[in-house]
């Protein structure tokens, strides 16, 4: 998520789930091919499996830039049909590629040509007077004879003229049963539904429908609800046993990082609501917004802030998310 995420977000996710797939960002081809690489691309071995997010129309320079990011290591590319910002509009991607579906396909096909790794579509179910059914059909079909390996709906129209992009996120109904009917009408394609999902039991009865479920802003506001990932949809054992305990597992990367020069505060932004109903937890994001800007701060600010709230298995009620 564009000014949200990094990599830091992404290797602190990974300490709370090691099946969720975790998404980089929107990056263009632009600055894919021509911009601070080392910069914009680089990911922690730890983050696998991790897909990187191009945004782009351009078929070749498309593929050119998913061939960098799959020699890079990147497990799966997934091309950008759905930020409806100005900027994306003027570059012609984004979600205004909805009314290009043939291009859309030209670019997954240039993709799959360019790398041997999954390339993946997120879009929405339509922009402005278009109607979902036709639009939704119409790309998923074009994007399938392409080759593409998955296709995650964001389960809304954009609204190009006239609405913000967070305005965007927020105001076009969701229409999640378009969603469930793409993946009836196409039962070999993989559908990965999105948008407004809130907690992981919600995440379960969509994925009565749908082959998976993308969280978006849940994901990175309430980070705890991941650590029931492993176990609520896999089956499996959490990474770890509580949200402090995959905290603390945070300080060594935090030592690391502070010493080759990044700010406290990249890393700890991203851990502020870490904890929920657990005695401390606000203490324990206070003393991080005061401290973790200061000039200097080391990691020794991140275990002050996790000495004050208390320790407390995942598996209590307040976690099953
Ligand atoms: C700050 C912010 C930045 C976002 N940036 C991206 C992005 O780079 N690429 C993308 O596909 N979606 C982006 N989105 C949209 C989300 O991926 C998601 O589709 C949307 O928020 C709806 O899902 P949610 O209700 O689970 O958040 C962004 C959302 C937010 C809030």
Not at 191 to 208: P, Q
Request: charged share 25%; net charge neutral; glycine share 8%.
């Amino acid at each position: 998520m564009m000014d949200w995420t990094d990599r830091h977000c992404r290797f602190f996710h990974r300490l709370l789930t090691r099946r969720a797939l975790i998404y980089t960002e929107m990056i263009t081809t632009g600055a894919v091919l021509h911009g601070d690489r080392a910069r914009l691309l680089a990911f922690d071995p730890a983050e696998h499996p991790v897909v990187v997010q191009l945004g782009g129309s351009d078929p070749q320079a498309l593929a050119r830039s998913a061939r960098t990011c799959a020699d890079l290591g990147y497990d799966e590319i997934n091309l950008n049909v759905g930020c409806p910002s100005d900027r994306v509009q003027d570059g012609r991607f984004g979600a205004c590629l909805m009314a290009e579906p043939v291009l859309v396909g030209d670019c997954v096909a240039a993709m799959k040509a360019a790398t041997g790794i999954p390339v993946t579509v997120k879009c929405r179910i339509g922009v402005d007077d278009q109607d979902p059914e036709a639009a939704l059909d119409a790309l998923a079909r074009t994007v399938m004879a392409a080759g593409v390996d998955a296709l995650i709906v964001h389960a809304r129209k954009a609204w190009l003229d006239g609405l913000s992009p967070k305005e965007n996120r927020d105001v076009p109904p969701l229409d999640y049963e378009r969603v469930y009917r793409l993946k009836r009408t196409y039962p070999h394609l993989e559908v990965v539904i999105n948008g407004g999902i809130a907690t992981l039991s919600d995440a379960l009865g969509h994925l009565a429908h749908v082959d998976g479920v993308m969280l978006g802003r849940a994901a990175y506001q309430e980070p705890w609800r991941l650590l029931a990932v492993d176990r609520a949809i896999f089956g499996e054992t959490p990474p770890f046993a509580s949200a402090h305990a995959a905290a603390r597992a945070l300080i060594p990367y935090i030592e690391r990082e502070v010493a080759r020069g990044t700010r406290l505060s990249a890393i700890t932004r991203h851990v502020l609501g870490l904890f929920h109903a657990v005695p401390g937890a606000r203490a324990f994001r206070r003393h991080l917004a005061i401290e973790a800007v200061k000039p200097g701060a080391s990691a020794a600010v991140m275990a002050d802030a996790l000495a004050l709230v208390l320790d407390r298995p995942a598996d209590l009620p307040h976690i099953a998310a």
